[in-house]
């Protein structure tokens, strides 16, 4: 059973910074592409940004590109995302997710993805 748990959501300042990580475990994590979405209130799920398998490609959404930086440690089953100078309009909750195959047309969709983490909160105050 897959199992997808996020940490590291919190309160920040604009400007500020957050550190999100997402611990998997259940599947060879090392085969899957791992991704990140948020959802803020009243509107619907958003890509945030999205790393193939072996780490070398990786993906962002244009609103975070510059700003944020996902990573993974396959060793450690881990896959972060570092979010730095954070405005308001980045509140929502934040949802780990791993592909649910090894072939994948869009990373970017969150059909692509078969398993989600239950979500953490980051909030930016203004």
């Known amino acids: 059973q897959v199992q997808l748990v996020e940490s590291g959501g919190g309160l920040v300042q604009a400007g500020g910074s957050l550190r999100l990580s997402c611990a998997a475990s259940?599947?060879?994590?090392?085969?899957?592409?791992m991704g990140w979405f948020r959802q803020a209130p009243g509107k619907e799920r958003e890509f945030v940004a999205a790393?193939?398998?072996?780490?070398?490609?990786?993906y962002y959404a244009d609103s975070v590109k510059g700003r944020f930086t996902i990573s993974r440690d396959n060793a450690k089953n881990t896959v972060d995302l570092q979010m730095n100078s954070l405005v308001p309009e980045d509140t929502a909750v934040y949802y780990c997710?791993?592909?649910?195959?090894?072939?994948?047309?869009?990373?970017?969709?969150?059909?692509?993805?078969?398993?989600w983490g239950q979500g953490t909160q980051v909030t930016v105050s203004s």
């Open positions: 259940g599947r060879t994590f090392s085969s899957y592409a």
């Open positions: 790393i193939v398998w072996s780490g070398a490609m990786t």
């Open positions: 997710a791993q592909a649910g195959s090894r072939y994948i047309i869009s990373l970017r969709k969150d059909s692509e993805y078969g398993y």
